[in-house]
Nanobody, 122 residues
Framework: QVHLVESGGGLVQPGGSLRLSCAAS????????MGWYRQAPGKQRELVAA???????NYADSVNGRFTISSDNAKNTVYLQMNSLKPEDTAVYYC????????????????WGQGTQVTVSS
């Protein structure tokens, strides 16, 4: 079994910072990419940032320049440093591990964390 455990969410004032962490555990052979998605009330889930095993990154326009995604491949862990937070960043943030294989011959599968609440408010 593969599990994603998220941490670091919470309440922060506008302009503040938070750092989210997500660790993938279990019988993992390889992970192609990891990323963060978020879903605000009344909105669709959207990609926030992603990073491949090779280190290439991709950001949503709304967070580019404020958020930084990084990873520790040896620990199967991904981080999201969120700076200059705005009220519109309020959402449940979900960790995603894409293209996960438990063996070389296994079919690749995506896994999701349970989500962590980020609330930006005065």
């Amino acid at each position: 079994q593969v599990h994603l455990v998220e941490s670091g969410g919470g309440l922060v004032q506008p302009g503040g910072s938070l750092r989210l962490s997500c660790a993938a555990s279990g019988s993992i052979f390889s992970i192609n990419a990891m990323g963060w998605y978020r879903q605000a009330p009344g909105k669709q889930r959207e990609l926030v940032a992603a990073i491949t095993s090779g280190g290439s990154t991709n950001y949503a326009d709304s967070v580019n320049g404020r958020f930084t995604i990084s990873s520790d491949n040896a620990k199967n862990t991904v981080y999201l440093q969120m700076n200059s937070l705005k009220p519109e960043d309020t959402a449940v943030y979900y960790c995603n591990a894409g293209g996960v294989k438990i063996s070389y011959y296994a079919h690749s599968v995506d896994y999701w964390g349970q989500g962590t609440q980020v609330t930006v408010s005065s």
